[in-house]
């Protein structure tokens, strides 16, 4: 009951609350950005080398020739680590993308040359609306506009035709927003702004891919408000949308970049947290629950083993919440197997 008093006591305290969301939707998880860069960066790199054999013999096309190789070294780079890298490394890969290819405009042998690497361009501006929110995107987009234009001119190409070619940057960058808004929107919760139950499921399906390749750990984690009922009954259900929405907040801000935390209906949440132990999971779990003590939370923490399929995995988070639940609520306890512990009188917990 003091869990209760405790969640009742949080509700009837504010009046408004906001979940911090960014400008824009990401909708891309951190495997499939470094997947998506690679793969532009392959692209463009290999691009360049056509381009570049196409050039006139001399020191101009050599330095385009050693830009196209430098793009696929970057590309086998982001292949084989950027799945590790925090997102705000890839502000840095995107920029670089920018630089290079604005060094390989400037490079070309003749203006002919300069706006054929210029096209390339066109992969950053997708990349940026893609990964980033609205003002990070906004910022890209700028940055690549600015650097071809500035390139293009300094290398002889007619204005008319760089105002053209920028218009067209501009146009993609837009298209590529909505696209992705529209796009997140069938995803996500809108009390929350976390992915909903089929984002998870496709978050699920790639990790666990990912997870079986490379051998390392993945966790799963399904966390639900104790007594939410009784919140919802006692002071409707605008309180119990504030309380969703703080465990939210909270979650998301302690998160690691890596993490995958959705809302999975009702009062219950899910989170994935990959190259992470089901140990190192709990600690976690646990840790992230002490800094809200006013709300009560059971979770279910389970990692993921060979040969498991996405039901197994979460069928074991979902034993390991029982177990939280039947243990006094207000837990977090880590599936080790075997069947779930119950209580002495059978009780059915809820």
């Known amino acids: 009951?003091?869990?209760?008093?405790q969640v009742k006591s949080w509700a009837r305290s504010v009046d408004v609350f906001i979940v911090s969301r960014s400008d824009a939707p990401e909708v891309a998880t951190i495997r499939v950005m470094a997947r998506t860069l690679a793969t532009f960066y392959a692209f463009g790199g290999t691009a360049g080398l056509f381009i570049s054999s196409s050039a006139e013999p001399g020191g101009r096309a050599s330095t385009l020739f050693a830009l196209s190789l430098t793009a696929l070294v970057a590309a086998a780079v982001v292949a084989l680590w950027g799945?590790?890298?925090?997102?705000d490394v890839f502000h840095v890969a995107v920029g670089a993308a920018t630089l290079l290819i604005s060094t390989a405009v400037l490079v070309a042998p003749d203006a002919t040359t300069s706006l054929a690497a210029a096209v390339l361009i066109a992969f950053v501006v997708v990349d940026a609306h893609f990964f980033f929110a609205g003002h990070q995107a906004l910022a890209h987009l700028a940055a690549a506009v600015l650097g071809v234009t500035v390139a293009l001119l300094l290398s002889g190409v007619g204005l008319g035709v760089v105002v053209g070619l920028d218009l067209v940057l501009v146009g993609i960058g837009i298209v590529i927003q909505r696209l992705v808004?529209?796009?997140s929107s069938a995803s996500r919760d809108p009390l929350t702004g976390l992915s909903n139950r089929r984002g998870f499921d496709q978050a699920l399906n790639e990790l666990?891919?990912?997870a079986a390749r490379t051998r390392e750990p993945l966790t799963a984690v399904l966390?639900?408000?104790d007594h939410f009922k009784a919140v919802n009954d006692t002071h409707g259900h605008e309180a119990?949308?504030?309380v969703l929405c703080r465990v939210a907040d909270i979650w998301r801000k302690e998160l690691p970049d890596t993490a995958f935390l959705a809302r999975h209906g009702g009062d219950e949440f899910s989170l994935l947290l990959p190259a992470t132990p089901g140990?190192?999971?709990?600690a976690l779990v646990r840790r992230i629950c002490a800094l809200h003590p006013d709300i009560s939370l059971s979770c279910g923490v389970a990692e993921y083993r060979s040969g498991d399929s996405a039901s197994q995995l979460m069928r074991s988070a979902d034993r390991a919440l029982y177990d939280a639940k039947?243990?006094?609520r207000g837990r977090a306890e880590l599936f080790a197997g075997g069947r779930p512990r119950r209580r002495s009188n059978g009780a059915a917990v809820t």
């Open 1 to 5: 009951m003091r869990a209760v008093q």
């Open 83 to 87: 799945a590790r890298w925090p997102r």
């Open 181 to 183: 808004v529209l796009a």
């Open 208 to 210: 666990m891919t990912e």
């Open 223 to 225: 966390i639900d408000v």
């Open 240 to 242: 119990g949308d504030r």
């Open 279 to 282: 140990r190192g999971g709990l």
């Open 326 to 328: 039947i243990l006094g």
